[in-house]
């Protein structure tokens, strides 16, 4: 059992190839519309405990994002 994880942020400013180039590389997919300064980033955690799911990728999130992004929403679906 685990938890789908899909994290929007947004950035301040539209993201260049390579930022979301790097987002790929740190999480399991990730969705952007060309234009737009909004991206989901979205992550499979095996964990049983859908907040302890969130938390985790919420640090990873933070991690990944450049400073002055702000995360929009973060919702757990159990798979």
Not at 35 to 40: E, L
Not at 48 to 72: C, H, K, M, N
Request: glycine share 6%; charged share 20%.
């Amino acid at each position: 059992m685990g938890y789908e994880v899909r994290a929007e942020v947004e950035l301040r400013k539209v993201p260049h190839e390579h930022v979301l180039d790097n987002f790929n590389h740190a999480f399991g997919a990730v969705e952007h519309a060309i234009g737009s300064k909004a991206v989901t980033l979205i992550e499979h955690v095996a964990m049983s405990d859908e907040s302890d799911a969130l938390a985790f990728v919420r640090g990873l999130v933070q991690e990944a994002v450049p400073a002055g992004t702000s995360i929009v929403s973060m919702v757990a679906t159990p798979d």
